[in-house]
Structure formats: structure tokens, C-alpha cells
């Protein structure tokens, strides 16, 4: 086979292109890199009209937290950027919100389930009370006030049982879910990078994480799902374009702190990267009310203020450890007057006895504050006194009728503990850690 000399020359040509590329690839490669160190966002009035917008799971679930108003500012707005084809909600989005939507839910239906188990004890009539003013005309006002307070009860009852059964449709006819899955159909995103490397980007998630590289290694120590931040970002990664990202998540490996814990910007690292990855793009955090506010600047103060409000995932509360303690110490206070009050170790007649009923509320909190049955809670209250009783050698002189009179005052005081830690009494057990 001959092969003439225009040929060769040819192929030289193109290697000799395709050389003089590759140097020109590398040379803006290497600008890049250098660069990104440099690189400051382009402004937002700017972004807010280009960017393409990426939204976090939580803002998806907050709408189950927000009041009715802001779900459908926050929709409207969707609504619009999908129709201009300006909105991506990643597959990773769309499965934590599916998996996290029910547990939401049951947090909404059991903070009225606590209510209902704890709040609505009948007062007892006053001639139990102060049977010596019977007959005078303040007891007869009293007595008036008393029935129209237990009525008044009762009928708000009634209507946080209806409230309760209507959050039990949602479980299965959700019009939240309806205008949300017209957004999806048309904003899904999925990209083959990420669909077909799973597995590779699990292992580089794993790489990241020990090296504390954001995002997603506040994630570490999750049992399931750990690796979900970094797939969101991989996906954003591949977008080619300008990125905002809409989030409530304000840890440290997605953005820098205030003094408060508060949002200042995303992280430096992500910003060069995402710099570096998709060819110069910008990445830029904003909160849900920083975005629905520079959106729509004529938003009411009503949703500004609901766009506040955050879902934490997992059904876990976040609550900080000094209000937690606060909450506990309190407990503890209340328990020792219900024990002080009726006394049922006869500590008040004893001499020298290195007792208290802190002490002894204490330890009924750490028996019982974790139980979902509220059997068991009566009966490991009873065991507590009894234990108490048994190691100080104690004679209590209590009634059976006042013995359970007090074991019910406990017991509502448990629920109100568990009310104010948010903790579910009904669904699955959470410990929490006395303050000494």
C-alpha cells in the first residue's frame, strides 16, 4: 500500500494541532488553577437573573413547617424558575425528600399527641380543695371559673384531635405534594457523571471526609446517607453554569459562622473548586429567605420571618445543650415540689436523713424521660420510691389514693419534659443526658 507524501504531510498537521490545543488547554488550565485563589462571585443583582438555581432537600421539607402563605411564595417562585428552565432539583434531593417527608409529618402529628397526653389533666373540684369556703360567694366565682376552664379544655382538645386527624391525610393526599411534583417533572436532574460513578464518588466522599475537605464532612458519623451532601455537590459540579444553591443548612462544611452560628457565605474551598471544575462558574449559599427576598423584593415581613424557620433532618430537634440542661434542671424542680408536696418518703419527719427529693427527682427522670409506655413510666416511678424508700429504711404514710394521685402528678410532669425537649413519646426512644 502506497502512501503519498500529502498524506504524511497531513497527518502532521493534525498532530501538530492537535498538540498546539492540548498547550493552550493546559496553559488555561494552569490560569485557572492559579486563579481560583483569586476569584470574587459575580455580584447577585447578576446571578439572580442567569444562575441556574439548586435546591437543598430541607428547603422542600420546611414547607411542612412553614405557615400556608409561604409555602405558596416559595412554590410561586419555583414554579417560575422551572417554567424558565433556570431550576434543577438533583435525584438525590428528590430521594432524601421522599424518605424524610413522612418522618416530618409524624413530628407534626406527635407534638399534638404530647399536648393531648399532657396537658389536659381535669382539675380537681374546689370543695377538694378548700372545702372551708364553700357557701361564700368567692368559692361560688371560683367554682364558675373552674367548670368554664375545664370546658374551655375540653373543647380545645376536640379541635387539636381534628387538627391530628387532618395531618393524618396528608400521609396520603398531600396538595403540597401535587404543585411539588409539577416542579419536579420538570427540573429533575440526574446527570450520567454522577448516575454511572456512584460508586467512585461514594470512595472520593469517604477521601474527603478524612480529609475534613467540604462539603458533607459534618455527615461523617451519619448511620445512612453520609455521602448525601457530596453527591449534591458533584451534581452541581456538573451543571457547566453558574450555581445558586438554596439552603437552610448552615454547618461548617457548607459555610462560614457567625458568633450566633449564623449563615455569613459559602465556604472559600467550595467557591475555588467549583471555580476550578466547571471553567470559571460561581457558587454562591443563600438562605431561603435571602433568595425569596432578592427574588421578589415585595415578599411581606410575615414570610420573611416563616422563611426563618428550619427543617432538621433525621426528626432529631436540634436543641442546644445549655437550653437542654435548662429544661432537665427545670424538670427536676418541678418533680421535687410534686415529692415535696406529698411527701411520700416522709422525709419532712425524719432527722438527719441525707436525703433530698432533687435526689430522688433525678433519678425518676433517668428511669422514665426515655420510656414510651406510659406504663412502664408509672410503674418505674413507683419502683424509684420504692427503692428510695427500701435504702433509707423509710416508712411512707401516703393513702393508696394519694399514692396515685402522685404517681399521675408525675407523670403529667414527664410529659411536659418531654414536650419542651420535643422528644416523641410514641415513636422510637431518644436519650437524653441529666445536668449535674
Given at each position: ?31 485557572v488553577n492559579w486563579k481560583k485563589y483569586f476569584h470574587q462571585t459575580k455580584k447577585l443583582e447578576s446571578l439572580l437573573t ?186 452541581m459540579l456538573n451543571l457547566n453554569d453558574d450555581v445558586i444553591f438554596i439552603s437552610n443548612d448552615k454547618k461548617p462544611d ?85 415529692l415535696n408536696y406529698y411527701d411520700p418518703l416522709s422525709v419532712s419527719v425524719q432527722e438527719n436523713m441525707e436525703i433530698s ?80
Open positions: 500500500m502506497e502512501v503519498s507524501l500529502t498524506t504524511f504531510f497531513y497527518i502532521e498537521v493534525v498532530l501538530c494541532v492537535k498538540i498546539f490545543l492540548k498547550n493552550i488547554g493546559d496553559i488555561k488550565m494552569k490560569n442567569t444562575a441556574t438555581i439548586v435546591v437543598d432537600t430541607n428547603v422542600l421539607l420546611s414547607a411542612y413547617q412553614w405557615r400556608n402563605v409561604t409555602v405558596q411564595e416559595v412554590l410561586k417562585v419555583l414554579s417560575d424558575l422551572s417554567d424558565r428552565n433556570r431550576l434543577r432539583i438533583p435525584d438525590q434531593v428528590v430521594k432524601e425528600f421522599a424518605k424524610n417527608r413522612p418522618e416530618i409529618l409524624k413530628d407534626r402529628l406527635n407534638e399534638i399527641e404530647v399536648t393531648l397526653s399532657s396537658n389536659f389533666t381535669k382539675e380537681k373540684p374546689l370543695n377538694q380543695r378548700v372545702p372551708m369556703f364553700e357557701g361564700q360567694e368567692i368559692y361560688r366565682e371560683t367554682d364558675k371559673l373552674l367548670d368554664n376552664y375545664n370546658k374551655a379544655q375540653g373543647e380545645y382538645k376536640k379541635g387539636l384531635m381534628k387538627l391530628r386527624d387532618q395531618i393524618k391525610e396528608i400521609f396520603t393526599f398531600d396538595p403540597y405534594l401535587i404543585r411539588l411534583n409539577k416542579i419536579i417533572e420538570k427540573s429533575y436532574y440526574h446527570p450520567k457523571e454522577v448516575s454511572e460513578n456512584m460508586g467512585k464518588i461514594l470512595e472520593e466522599a469517604k477521601e474527603r471526609f478524612e480529609s475534613k475537605t467540604p462539603p458533607g464532612y459534618k455527615d461523617d458519623s451519619k448511620k445512612e446517607n453520609e455521602a448525601g451532601d457530596y453527591i449534591i455537590w458533584k451534581a457548607w459555610v462560614y459562622q457567625d458568633k450566633q452560628g449564623e449563615r455569613i457565605s459559602a465556604r472559600r474551598e467550595l467557591v475555588e473548586e467549583f471555580y476550578e471544575k466547571t471553567g470559571g462558574k460561581d457558587f454562591v449559599h443563600l438562605s431561603p429567605k435571602e433568595f425569596i427576598s432578592l427574588y421578589n423584593p415585595q415578599v411581606s415581613d410575615d414570610v420573611k420571618d416563616d422563611l426563618k424557620k428550619e427543617y432538621h433532618s433525621n426528626s432529631t430537634p436540634i436543641i442546644k445543650i445549655k437550653h437542654k440542661k435548662e429544661i432537665i434542671n427545670n424538670g427536676i424542680k418541678e418533680i421535687a415540689i410534686i427529693y432533687n435526689k430522688v427527682a433525678e433519678e425518676i427522670i433517668n428511669q422514665c424521660i426515655d420510656l414510651d409506655d406510659e406504663a412502664q413510666v408509672g410503674k418505674n416511678i413507683v419502683s424509684t420510691l420504692v427503692n428510695f424508700n427500701s435504702e433509707m429504711n423509710l416508712t411512707t404514710t401516703m393513702s393508696f389514693e394519694e399514692s396515685l394521685t402522685l404517681v399521675n402528678e408525675l407523670e403529667n410532669a414527664l410529659n411536659k419534659i418531654k414536650m419542651n425537649l420535643r422528644i416523641d413519646p410514641f415513636f422510637g426512644s431518644r436519650k437524653w443526658s441529666i445536668a449535674k
